[in-house]
């Protein structure tokens, strides 16, 4: 019982510690992790057999019935075992590259549910035209009957019913985002003889009082990006540093499975449903920008984000280059403070000519490295 109450005790002051250093979202990661619920699954078996033969044994009945105390020492140690594996397993999880390196399988997990079950066997980059010339007048829009995050989209039964009924569904909002109370949900549009059940497509949009990540891909992204932030006040290099990898990784499994097309159609192709549209600069920038803000005075940091970037670069179809060039400039000219040390100057347009290669933007940063040389290396810089 002891050793029960000081594991659970001092596993939630780490907790604890941890969540105000990084992201508190991480205390339901740890606790949905398997090894951590057998672990605590296993004390609470033991604690409650023991305190279950506290009652029911006696010195009457432990000298006919040697079963129960036989079997108590051995759970005993069993637990004693358990302890050691979870302290164990509790110190590697709560390693940084093992907690970033956690946290993007999750939304690499995610990604696979949401785009590739779900969205891709449907969408398509040309619908037919006709029905992209939606008359907005004939849409009936259904609207939110309470407030809260978009936790949950059932994609599939949507996209069945409209098939079935020979509806278009037009999502307004994306999961994850805030809905206040009647404000517009989705429009559809319909036959003249059909009849829809409002109430039936309205319950397939799950609303409720936090953002979740069962389908809520930029939520991954977030929580790294929180990690990546907090860092950065904690004067932490090494686990901004492993973040930004981390999310570098995610933004090329998102683009790699994803098209990036809001149509879905059915088998003959005829347009069924419209999300909203997500780009790979909507991922690109959610991820990296607010880190570079708070970077823009930090040259070793905004190296680690333009060398993600390069990675990106290398990685990524061609569709993307001018989206990972434009951002690899934003960031170049978003860092505010001059040079300190020559290494990380040279760290710093290396990775930009890299990513200039990799984009064929080869003028531009020729221009680029003008620029900044000028505005950095000025003296009244300030």
Known sequence: MTLNAFTLNSIL?????????????????????????????????VFVFILFSFFMINDGTAEYYAAFP???ILLMFFALATFVFFINHAVKWMQVPNLTFNMKNESEKQILTT?????EPYRTQEPKKEEMELNEDEGTILYAKDSGFIQVIDFKSLFQYAEKKGLIIRLEKRIGEFVLKDIPLLTYWKREDCDV?????CSKLFVGRKQTEV???????????EIAIKSIGNDDPNTVKNAILQLSDLLLSISEITHFTPYL?????NLRLIINEETFDYYLYSSFSHISIYAKEDPVITNDILHAVS????????????????????????YQAPFAFAYHEKDFYTHLEKISHMTRNYEGYTQLEKELKERLNNPTFA
Not at 25 to 40: E, N, S
Not at 215 to 225: A, R, S
Not at 265 to 269: C, L, R
Not at 314 to 334: D, E, L, P, Q, Y
């Open 197 to 201: 059940n409002e109430a039936f497509i």
């Open 13 to 45: 002051v780490v907790l604890t510690n941890f969540s105000g250093q990084f992201t508190p979202r991480m205390l339901l990661t740890f606790i949905a992790d398997r090894k951590t619920q057998h672990a605590v699954g296993i004390f609470n078996m």
């Open 215 to 225: 389908q809520d891909i930029e939520f991954g992204v977030n929580k790294l990006k």
């Open 311 to 334: 990675l990106l670069a290398s990685s990524t179809s061609t569709a993307n280059h001018k989206s990972v060039w434009m951002f690899a400039m934003m960031v170049a000219r978003g």
């Open 265 to 269: 159609t059915d088998q003959e192709g």
């Open 115 to 119: 785009l590739v079950e779900d969205l």
């Open 70 to 72: 036989t079997l108590t």
